[in-house]
């Protein structure tokens, strides 16, 4: 299939499955493995690194009025409701770029099309989402403690099939945090970890060096960003509505035909 045309369906694959709790990783590891796109594990991880960029930029546009707020707040330079935002959210990332750091061949490995793992993080996403939709009133803001645990449930969803969104709303709400509250803390808190693995990625060469085209790579981020602001309003009223839990009867049904796939190809 043409490469664009590859980047074009991955694009909106990311957009859509970034913000619903169902794993955008995943679901690239999987569009790659049915578009046989053939990439190789550090140009596999280039394309998705891209795609997470577009609908990290869709998280800002949508969430533009509460970022300018926290900016306007922080340029005060003194201690108030937004400076300590951005230390729980400086807090949450701890985690995650630690195993980005530490870990970045054996991560870079797992986005090349491991199906069977896929799978069982799909169903762990599942799990996940239903234990959280049996929690219905919570009423908690987001404290350092919660922002931790939730940052730490992050850097798990490093896994490809774990929902990065599912996994740390669902956390959120496991520990009693208002919904709406979560679900703007677990959109607003990836941002700075998109930006700094773009950023480390340039610095690096990275892009530079890597042969998969501009143009599929644009073509890509335009249809990730496009979609992914549907998609980021589309949770924020699901995640309202206490109504994620659906999608773990998906996960549960993706999962196990991934899964299946691998066992009845080997």
């Known amino acids: 299939m043409n490469e ?18 169902v794993s955008s990783s995943g679901h690239l590891e999987i569009g790659k493995a049915l578009l046989n796109t053939n990439l190789e594990a550090d140009e596999s991880m280039l394309m998705t690194v891209v795609l997470h ?15 300018s707020e926290i900016l306007r707040g922080v340029l005060e330079f003194k201690r108030n409701e937004h400076t300590e935002f951005v230390a729980k959210i400086v807090v949450s990332m701890i985690p995650a770029a630690i195993v980005g750091v530490v ?12 199906l069977l793992l896929v799978g069982a993080m799909l169903i762990v996403t599942g799990v996940l989402l239903l234990l959280a ?17 939730v940052g730490i449930s992050q850097a798990i969803a490093i896994l490809p099939g774990i929902s990065r ?10 520990l009693e945090v208002d919904r709406t509250r979560a679900a703007r803390f677990s959109f607003l808190m990836v941002v700075p970890l998109i930006m700094g693995k773009i950023a480390k ?6 892009f530079a060096t890597n042969d998969v085209s501009i143009s599929a790579l644009t073509i890509g981020f335009v249809a990730a960003f496009a979609t992914g602001l549907f998609a980021c309003k589309w949770m924020i009223a699901l995640v309202r509505n ?4 659906w999608f773990s009867i998906y996960c549960f049904v993706v999962g196990a035909i991934a899964m299946g796939s691998v066992w009845l190809t080997s």
Do not use: H, Y
Not at 133 to 149: M, S
């Open 242 to 245: 206490c109504q994620m839990w």
């Open 165 to 174: 969104s599912g996994a740390t709303i669902s956390t959120s709400v496991l």
């Open 103 to 114: 870990c970045k061949d054996q991560i870079e490995s797992l986005f090349s099309g491991n």
């Open 53 to 67: 960029a577009a609908t990290a930029l869709s998280t800002v546009v949508v969430f533009w009025k509460s970022i």
């Open 133 to 149: 939709g049996r929690l219905k009133n919570t009423t908690q803001q987001v404290g350092f403690f919660e922002a931790i645990v």
């Open 201 to 206: 990625d340039i610095l690096d060469g990275e």
């Open 4 to 21: 664009s045309l590859n980047a074009l369906i991955l694009g909106v694959v990311q957009g859509l499955t970034e913000f619903l709790p």
